[in-house]
Protein backbone atom coordinates (compact mmCIF):
# COMPACT_ATOMS: atom_id res chain seq x y z
CA UNK A 1 0.00 0.00 0.00
CA UNK A 2 1.09 3.48 -0.78
CA UNK A 3 0.89 6.31 1.26
CA UNK A 4 0.64 9.98 -0.45
CA UNK A 5 2.03 13.25 1.13
CA UNK A 6 1.22 16.50 -0.86
CA UNK A 7 3.49 19.30 0.19
CA UNK A 8 4.30 22.77 -1.51
CA UNK A 9 1.02 24.52 -1.84
CA UNK A 10 0.28 28.34 -0.58
CA UNK A 11 -0.64 32.10 -1.70
CA UNK A 12 0.94 33.29 -5.10
CA UNK A 13 0.08 36.34 -7.12
CA UNK A 14 -1.27 35.89 -10.37
CA UNK A 15 1.47 35.04 -12.42
CA UNK A 16 3.66 33.09 -10.13
CA UNK A 17 5.01 30.12 -9.78
CA UNK A 18 4.70 27.28 -7.03
CA UNK A 19 6.07 23.61 -6.92
CA UNK A 20 4.20 21.11 -5.58
CA UNK A 21 5.57 17.88 -4.38
CA UNK A 22 3.83 14.18 -4.04
CA UNK A 23 5.68 11.83 -2.07
CA UNK A 24 5.42 8.04 -1.60
CA UNK A 25 5.90 5.97 1.35
CA UNK A 26 5.23 2.69 2.99
CA UNK A 27 6.02 1.29 -0.97
CA UNK A 28 7.37 2.85 -3.96
CA UNK A 29 5.31 4.14 -7.17
CA UNK A 30 7.00 0.95 -8.99
CA UNK A 31 4.22 0.50 -11.91
CA UNK A 32 2.20 3.25 -11.07
CA UNK A 33 0.74 6.13 -12.91
CA UNK A 34 0.76 9.41 -10.60
CA UNK A 35 -1.42 11.95 -10.92
CA UNK A 36 -2.62 15.34 -10.18
CA UNK A 37 -6.35 16.19 -9.46
CA UNK A 38 -7.72 19.89 -8.29
CA UNK A 39 -11.27 20.75 -6.52
CA UNK A 40 -12.95 24.03 -5.27
CA UNK A 41 -15.97 23.46 -3.45
CA UNK A 42 -19.23 22.91 -5.01
CA UNK A 43 -17.28 21.08 -8.20
CA UNK A 44 -15.82 17.90 -9.35
CA UNK A 45 -12.19 16.88 -8.96
CA UNK A 46 -10.60 18.08 -11.86
CA UNK A 47 -7.75 16.18 -13.96
CA UNK A 48 -4.48 18.60 -13.51
CA UNK A 49 -1.56 15.83 -15.00
CA UNK A 50 -0.20 12.60 -14.53
CA UNK A 51 2.83 10.53 -15.56
CA UNK A 52 3.73 6.50 -15.30
CA UNK A 53 6.55 6.35 -12.92
CA UNK A 54 8.34 3.45 -14.52
CA UNK A 55 7.32 3.25 -17.96
CA UNK A 56 7.07 6.95 -18.93
CA UNK A 57 4.71 9.14 -20.71
CA UNK A 58 2.82 12.23 -19.44
CA UNK A 59 -0.75 13.56 -19.35
CA UNK A 60 -2.35 17.16 -18.93
CA UNK A 61 -5.28 19.42 -18.88
CA UNK A 62 -5.83 21.17 -21.76
CA UNK A 63 -6.28 24.47 -19.41
CA UNK A 64 -2.84 23.68 -18.25
CA UNK A 65 -0.91 22.69 -20.97
CA UNK A 66 2.22 24.61 -21.94
CA UNK A 67 2.18 26.16 -17.85
CA UNK A 68 2.41 23.46 -15.71
CA UNK A 69 4.86 20.64 -16.05
CA UNK A 70 4.26 17.20 -14.32
CA UNK A 71 7.77 14.85 -13.51
CA UNK A 72 9.09 12.89 -11.16
CA UNK A 73 12.52 13.01 -8.86
CA UNK A 74 13.51 9.54 -8.17
CA UNK A 75 15.84 10.57 -5.59
CA UNK A 76 13.19 11.38 -3.38
CA UNK A 77 10.85 9.07 -4.84
CA UNK A 78 8.44 11.90 -5.08
CA UNK A 79 6.27 13.66 -8.13
CA UNK A 80 6.31 17.15 -8.59
CA UNK A 81 4.30 19.06 -10.28
CA UNK A 82 6.07 22.67 -11.04
CA UNK A 83 3.37 25.35 -11.94
CA UNK A 84 3.80 28.74 -13.91
CA UNK A 85 2.20 31.54 -15.13
CA UNK A 86 -0.59 30.63 -12.39
CA UNK A 87 -4.07 32.33 -12.80
CA UNK A 88 -6.68 33.02 -10.39
CA UNK A 89 -8.84 30.04 -11.69
CA UNK A 90 -6.10 27.71 -10.30
CA UNK A 91 -7.13 28.40 -7.31
CA UNK A 92 -7.70 24.61 -5.71
CA UNK A 93 -7.49 21.79 -3.10
CA UNK A 94 -4.42 20.41 -4.81
CA UNK A 95 -4.52 15.96 -4.75
CA UNK A 96 -1.76 13.36 -5.75
CA UNK A 97 -3.23 9.95 -6.59
CA UNK A 98 -1.66 6.64 -8.03
CA UNK A 99 -3.23 4.27 -9.24
CA UNK A 100 -2.97 1.76 -12.84
CA UNK A 101 -4.91 3.49 -15.15
CA UNK A 102 -5.20 2.36 -18.89
CA UNK A 103 -4.55 5.51 -21.54
CA UNK A 104 -8.24 6.25 -21.91
CA UNK A 105 -9.03 6.73 -17.94
CA UNK A 106 -5.54 8.34 -17.06
CA UNK A 107 -7.94 11.26 -16.69
CA UNK A 108 -10.75 9.65 -14.31
CA UNK A 109 -10.88 10.06 -10.53
CA UNK A 110 -11.83 6.41 -10.38
CA UNK A 111 -9.42 5.44 -11.96
CA UNK A 112 -6.72 5.96 -9.00
CA UNK A 113 -6.87 3.74 -5.82
CA UNK A 114 -4.53 5.86 -3.60
CA UNK A 115 -4.82 9.48 -2.47
CA UNK A 116 -3.05 12.27 -0.50
CA UNK A 117 -4.89 14.48 1.86
CA UNK A 118 -4.38 17.45 -0.77
CA UNK A 119 -2.37 20.98 -0.25
CA UNK A 120 -4.39 23.91 -1.04
CA UNK A 121 -3.63 26.44 -3.79
CA UNK A 122 -4.67 30.02 -3.94
CA UNK A 123 -3.78 32.15 -6.49
CA UNK A 124 -4.65 36.15 -5.49
CA UNK A 125 -3.45 39.59 -5.53
Known amino acids: QVQLTESGGGLVQPGGSLRLSCAAS????????VAWFRQTPGKEREFVAS????????WYADSVKGRFSISRDRAISAVILQMNGLKPEDTAVYYC??????????????????WGQGTQVTVSS
Open 26 to 33: GSSFGDYA
Open 97 to 114: AAGRPIVSTMRTTGAYYY
Open 51 to 58: LRWSAGGT
